[in-house]
């Protein structure tokens, strides 16, 4: 993995936080912050083609359509419908 330099503001107090638990687990707070950059990514990533996942029928059209707007984003056209 190439990792890029970057600038980031950080409340005071996620900061002291931070610090403390790299203390506690003696990693850099460079590491917890990269998990933390890493997560917020995968969370807001949106998948092109649709996911090959077992599917179930909950009998609530209103589930389904919120589970599609979750995986695919607001953008998503459902060709089932």
Do not use: C
């Amino acid at each position: 993995m190439t990792l890029r330099r970057t600038t980031v503001h950080v409340d005071e107090q996620d900061l002291a936080i931070i610090k403390e638990a790299a203390s506690r687990r003696g990693v850099p707070e460079a590491e917890i912050i990269r998990r933390g950059i890493h997560l917020a990514a995968m969370g807001e990533r949106r998948w092109e083609e649709p996911l090959d996942m077992p599917t179930f029928d909950s009998g609530d059209p209103a589930l389904a359509h919120r589970v599609r707007e979750t995986l695919y984003g607001e953008t998503h056209q459902d060709n089932a419908a």
